[in-house]
């Protein structure tokens, strides 16, 4: 038996501009996906996945073959057929792959829902069992700049800078002072990544200084040693993505009487947002938002 675990993710800065080469700050969280695979002796690949409250959400039986659907168990045809599809991808890459027969089972530590990388934990399990490169899987599967899997391998904070297959990462230790006053929370929609990249690549190609002011709010963010400083570095770092998407910030949008800041995490409009300040829980609970999330909980 074989068994693979890959923490989820938050994007803190560089939200669409990484898809440019900007320096992304990403952040691993303390929930994630496992994945658990068995061999059978018979030549069929049966497969469940789990939600966190230990629902099955997909239940199929492929062959080993060609990974044509053998038994669905009620599973929507559009996740069967992505299932398959990420299959076959990885056939084409790892011609040895599933050879025989599996049982798999993934199991996720969130709710799909919150957007922390359902797809992402899933596509670094699969590349680690079939030892194929992750991003090559995630490009010719879901697409995205790949920073999600370099979370995912490196089950750590860091730095990443697109670069195709051999991206650029870097370690880090962040462990911010005012950690105690930051709160993530959920908006209460879920945000389709992928629909979102594709309306972004329809857009003008930022400037080489948008992307340098970019790395340089992110420089400046991680060695921010007040929640004031951190507050002035994430508000104009929401003005100029703002401007670059022709969108008003979330805080002028939804929240213009919080006593805080604010920032967007990933795609706009849904999913976390990251917020500052002590009143968070009560703000935001009162606001028809109820999960607000700690900073040291949410955070691997």
Request: charged share 20%.
């Amino acid at each position: 038996m074989l068994e693979f675990y890959s923490p989820g993710k938050l994007l803190i800065t560089a939200e669409y501009l990484v898809l440019n080469g900007a320096r992304a700050f990403a952040l691993p969280t303390q929930k994630g996906q496992h994945m658990r695979v068995t061999p059978l002796e018979v030549p069929v690949l049966k497969w469940k996945s789990y939600t966190h409250t230990q629902e099955v959400w997909m239940g199929v039986i492929l062959s080993v073959d060609n990974f044509e659907c053998i038994e669905d168990n009620a599973t929507p045809l559009p996740l069967i057929k992505k299932l398959q599809d990420i299959l076959k991808c990885v056939r084409v890459l790892q011609p040895t792959f599933c050879s025989r027969g599996f049982e798999v089972e993934t199991n996720l530590d969130f709710d799909r829902s919150w957007g922390l990388g359902s797809s992402s934990t899933f596509i670094n399990n699969i590349a680690q069992w079939a030892q194929v490169n992750p991003y090559e899987l995630l490009d010719k599967t879901f697409g995205g700049s790949g920073y999600d899997v370099a979370v995912a391998q490196a089950k750590q904070a860091l730095l990443y800078t697109r670069n195709e297959y051999t991206p650029v990462v870097q370690s880090l230790s962040y462990d911010p002072p005012f950690r105690d006053q930051l709160y993530f929370v959920h908006l209460n929609k879920k945000q389709d990544s992928q629909q979102e990249v594709i309306a972004y690549h329809k857009r003008s190609k930022p400037s080489k200084k948008q992307i340098e002011t970019i790395n340089e709010l992110t420089a400046s963010l991680l060695s921010a040693s007040t929640l004031s400083h951190f507050n002035e570095l994430i508000t104009a770092h929401e003005k100029l993505i703002g401007s670059l998407l022709q969108q008003t910030p979330i805080i002028e949008r939804l929240f213009p009487d919080f006593n805080g800041a604010i920032k967007s995490l990933g795609a706009w409009g849904g999913d976390f947002i990251l917020a500052t300040g002590a009143s968070c829980p009560t703000y935001f609970n009162e606001k028809g938002y109820t999960t607000v999330v700690p900073y040291a909980e949410m955070i691997a």
